[in-house]
């Protein structure tokens, strides 16, 4: 699903953590930890293509990449929007199975509402759906849990979960490790040792 061969992030010409080398197969769940600046949204954001400020090398296939801002248009409903986000990838959705992940998610009640109507919460299990939706398999996902009730970050832990045991692989940036069984934890050091996994 990708590797890393002594990548190393930077911002504004510092490295934000030791290298990294590692190697992720399909099935696998890598929980991304470390202080606040220690680059987690930024190695995501890396590997998404959309920070170019590194050293070392990664290869990855086509990932989902959800960041702190969700990429919702807030005037479009939730139905358009993942519409809109299956158009990224080529795909044409039908509108039962876009009903169905929004079923899934809890939040298929709002499917013709607009999204500046709703919570954090609520936009979140969008979100949600999204991921579900998306033919990628490597899911890139910074604090997913925020602004979820229990309810909800326990369906963002399933569906991570099916993801993976259907032949997908997450690395998720977090605060709050997910309470799954089978998972890697990798925790983003200070530039001062090597870390390899």
């Known amino acids: 699903m990708f590797t890393l061969n002594q990548l190393c992030c930077e911002r504004d010409g510092r490295d934000l953590f030791a290298p990294l080398t590692l190697g992720v197969e399909a099935g696998a769940y890598v929980e991304l930890l470390g202080a606040n600046g220690s680059g987690k949204s930024t190695l995501l954001r890396t590997l998404a293509g959309l920070h170019c400020q590194f050293s070392g090398s990664y290869n990855t296939v ?9 990429g919702l248009d807030a005037l479009l409903t939730p139905v358009e929007n ?7 990838e080529g795909v ?8 169905d ?9 709002k499917a013709y509402d607009s999204c500046a109507a ?5 936009q979140r299990r969008v979100a949600m759906s999204r991921w579900m939706l998306s033919q990628r398999k490597l899911w890139l996902l910074d604090e997913p849990l925020t602004a979820l009730d ?25 605060h709050q490790p997910l ?15 090597e870390t390899s996994l």
Request: glycine share 8%; proline share 3%.
């Open 62 to 70: 086509p990932a989902v990449y959800q960041g702190h801002r969700l």
């Open 82 to 88: 993942l519409i809109w986000f299956a158009g990224l």
């Open 92 to 99: 044409t959705l039908s509108l039962e199975r876009i009903l």
């Open 101 to 109: 992940a929004l079923q899934e998610t809890g939040i298929v009640t």
């Open 118 to 122: 709703m919570s954090a919460g609520q």
């Open 150 to 174: 229990v309810e909800a970050q326990a369906v963002a832990s399933r569906i991570i979960e099916e993801h993976c045991a259907s032949g997908g692989a997450v690395i998720c940036a977090t």
């Open 179 to 193: 309470d799954l069984a089978a998972k890697t934890v990798l925790t983003l050091m200070p530039q001062a040792a």
